[in-house]
């Protein structure tokens, strides 16, 4: 490492201009410049490195500030740019600006794009590795702006002794961009609010570290340097920022720290021994920075207006008092193997030259004690012949090999006997310190405890008082630790017992959801035999009305002859309708038979309906029941773990306090008897006896703690069991309102099956109205016919018997046709009944399918989310246990030199192609088990 070198902080002062409320409320513009080292206020000169006046643009501050530390960063020193004063001083326009405008951009955004400009015209052969950091000191808690969830940082420090905030997110980054991105992203999240003195009032300081590591790859050599870019927070007087309620608590802390970080700076410039950097977080964090190893600017920025002019006089000898400090810089390399042999050697011969000069010294100084007059000019001590010779021989003597090694053995245990001498005196002058420091102690202790013995004895009748009292507390506090013991008993069985019932409802339940499944069966069945009754009916009706037709045909036709063949053929079909007629009846017969069981199976089920809705109402009012008896059994169930940890606090308390007066009683008698050394034994049998009643009062909140664990995994398990008796609740609601809407369904189904009813009644009546004009009609015909027989042949009996034989068969078949028209009628009013039931048990089965699909789709949901929480927390142990290791997820980008850089604010003599931050052909390479190729953008 380098040999290091004392370097001053460098102190920039920056006026603003009059803003303005300044100018409106006519105040003062007070500074007056002289020079550019130097400002008058009230007057009285301040001198600083360099003082910029109101006119004075950001590029001309960061070339004044910035420029430089942004090359020494890279050439392996650290670097701090941070700025003080007053709220609405310009401190965070000073260091940030318009992050986007060239113009206005400040600090930050510059030195971001200077560093990779710097980089493109360096070396070829180097390759570097950068990363972020952004976190901000709120209400003196360290919070990450990149990641929002980390709230609540510590301070660490590494093997160098220099402090780091752990857990922090860096960010690797290889392009300005990312650079101006994560900024955009941290300043998204940081705290502001509008007070009287700035609509954008910083209540936090903020922290952008940029790491910058380099390599270089021919010769191995590695650099590294920190750059920490400060936004600090403006001190305030609420008087004037009008400070209420959350921001006024801001300010106290802001405040706080920044008087943290001028009491550190006090004491570093009156070079104090003892520095106070614990103070406040953010002097923790910069305790690298004042007074370390690190080149730091501070930018003070001050307000011009008369109305700040007491603010403004502090912030210039605040600055004044921080250019006093000095800071020991050096580069931060890290040797290779062959450097470190070659300092090995180099430290090797050095020690080898102190220890031939130190044996030239001795014999001269042996010489001159022994008594000779003089010594030989050519004899004395000479610093270049001791550096020439290489052993440690007298001068002026010649000594063999063997004469040579045995000086060298017996100046080495000389040596040696020297060495632990050494040790031995280090040891005893460590042992007489501890010694004097134990009598001093001791003396102290004796004074303490002679004093401690006064006021304990003013203090041992009041305390056993106490104690009396407090004996009958603890008596009375175990009794209704027992009497909650045994109220909690009870309401333990109780809530079992409520579980048993639930479970007896869950099998009810699932009792009336399969009876509802072969009700639901049954009424497909019905449907089937409805449908094949129909088929059966329309069938046997179109039959009879074919033959109706052909007996009608065959009458009105005059086919009755008087031939004897004729009369048989007409017999022969009578007898076939006979039959066939008989028939129709016994098939009629049983159609109505299954009609009335049909109706009978149909009543029956209605009736279930009925009690299975009754049968859910009282299910859902025990469910309603006994979720209010759990959630007051829960409450209770609180309410007395409360009382009774209280109780056990109040306990733990007296029988503390009880162990502390019976030590003190032993101790006072005690000392009583045996002055100091009998008091010293009892002290330690008093402490044993403390730390037994500390130990088993440790065990018993550790079995309090496991019974109040068990508790509430038994208050979850019950909550769960509550869920889940909701969501049945519900389903079952659900269900109640589809089949109420389904009753209500075949209510208007019934009224519009009554109206067809009478439609059909009065189609009946029209037919019996036509079937009459149809016997009239076959009458008149017959009779016609008959005259017409009785002209040509005289008449006959037996075709009049025939005739009458016909009439009577035809009363028949009107009869029967009434009858299946009627059956007809009744079946297709059954139908629409039927379909209307298959249609609720399908709209049933539907229902049950989409709440099937949605339970499923829950339980799929809520599996996904228990499995998304546990990677969330296998990714947060993954992390920490990273974290831990020192190992970063990121992927680190090196970054190559030799690429053309790119137009900034500091170097406007470098265009910008197509406006983005690289140009032609740039290489850009992240290496990862294959070769680099070059980016083009």
Known sequence: ???????????????????????????????????????????????????????????????????????????????????????????????????????????????????????????????????????????????????????????????????????????????????????????????????????????????????????????????????????????????????????????????????????????????????????????????????????????????????????????????????????????????????????????????????????????????????????????????????????????????TDVEKDKCEAELAKLYKQLDDKDEEINQQSQLAEKLKQQMLDQEELLASSRRDHENLQTELNRL???????????????????????????????????????????????????????????????????????????????????????????????????????????????????????????????????CKQLEGTQAESNKKMDENEKELAACQLRISQHEAKIKSLTEYLQNVEQKKRQLEENVDALNEELVKLNAQEKVHAMEKENEIQTANEVKEAVEKQIHSHREAHQKQISSLRDELDNKEKLITELQDLNQKIMLEQERLRVEHEKLKSTDQEKSRKLLEYTFLFLFQAKELQTLHNLRKLFVQDLATRVKKSAEMDSDDTGGSAAQKQKISFLENNLEQLTKVHKQLVRDNADLRCELPKLEKRLRATAERVKALESALKEAKENAARDRKRYQQEVDRIKEAVRAKNMARRGHSAQIAKPIRPGQQPVASPTHPNINRSGGGFYQNSQTVSIRGGGSSKPDKK
């Open 1 to 399: 490492m380098a040999d290091p070198a004392e370097c001053t902080i460098k102190v920039m002062c920056r006026f603003r201009p009059l803003n303005s409320s300044e100018v409106t409320r006519g105040d003062k513009y007070i500074p007056k410049f002289q020079g550019e080292d130097t400002v008058i206020i009230g007057g009285k000169p301040y001198m600083f490195d360099r003082v910029f006046q109101s006119n004075t643009t950001q590029e001309q501050v960061y070339n004044a500030c910035a420029q430089k530390i942004v090359k020494d960063v890279l050439e392996g020193y650290n670097g701090t740019i941070f700025a003080y004063g007053q709220t609405s001083s310009g401190k965070t326009h000073t260091m940030e600006g318009n992050l986007h405008d060239t113009d206005s951009m400040g600090i930050i955004p510059r030195i971001v794009q200077d560093i990779f400009n710097y980089i493109y015209s360096m070396d070829e052969n180097l390759e570097f590795h950068i990363k972020v950091s952004y976190f901000e000191i709120y209400l003196d808690k360290i919070r990450d702006l990149l990641d929002v969830s980390k709230t609540n940082l510590s301070v660490h420090e590494d093997k160098n002794r220099v402090p780091y905030v752990k857990g922090c997110t860096e960010r690797f980054v290889c392009s300005p961009e990312e650079v101006m991105d994560t900024i955009d992203e941290g300043k998204a999240n940081r705290h502001v609010a509008v007070t009287n003195m700035n609509e954008h009032s910083s209540r936090s300081h903020s922290i952008f570290l940029i790491n910058v590591k380099q390599e270089n790859t021919q010769t191995e050599q590695k650099l590294s340097g920190k750059l920490y870019l400060v936004d600090l927070a403006g001190s305030e007087k609420v008087s004037k920022t009008g400070a209420e309620g959350a921001v006024l608590d801001e300010a106290k802390n802001i405040n706080k720290s920044l008087s943290s970080l001028g009491n550190v700076i006090s004491a570093l410039a009156e070079g104090t021994a003892y520095i106070p950097y614990r103070d406040s977080k953010m002097t923790r964090i910069l305790q690298d920075s004042l007074g370390g190893n690190c080149r730091t600017t501070i930018v003070i920025c001050c307000s011009p207006s008369s109305f700040n002019e007491a603010e403004t006089k502090t912030t210039l000898m605040f600055g004044q008092r921080a250019k006093t400090i000095k800071n020991t810089v050096t580069v931060n390399i890290e040797l290779t193997a062959e450097q470190w042999k070659q300092k090995y050697e180099r430290e090797k011969e050095k020690n080898k030259t102190l220890r031939n000069t130190i044996t030239w010294l001795e014999n001269e100084l042996n010489r001159w004690r022994n008594g000779e007059a003089s010594v030989p000019v050519e004899e004395q001590f000479d610093k270049e012949k001791a550096n020439a010779a290489s052993t440690p021989n007298v001068p002026g003597v010649r000594l």
């Open 464 to 594: 056993q008082a106490e104690n009396e009292a407090s004996k009958e507390e603890v008596k009375e506090v175990l009794q209704a630790l027992e009497e909650l013991a045994v109220n909690y008993d009870q309401k333990s069985q109780e809530v079992e017992d409520k579980t048993k019932e639930f479970e007896t409802i869950s099998e009810e339940l699932s009792q009336k959801s399969s009876i509802l499944s072969s009700l639901d069966s049954e009424l497909q069945k019905l449907k089937e035999m409805s449908n094949h009754q129909k088929k059966r009916v329309t069938e046997m009706m179109s039959s009879l009305l074919k033959d109706l037709t052909e007996i009608g045909i065959a009458v009105g036709s005059n086919d009755i002859k008087q031939h004897d063949g004729g009369s048989g053929l007409i017999d022969e079909e009578f007898t076939v309708a006979r039959l066939y007629i008989s028939k129709m009846k016994s098939e009629v017969k049983t159609m109505v038979k299954r």
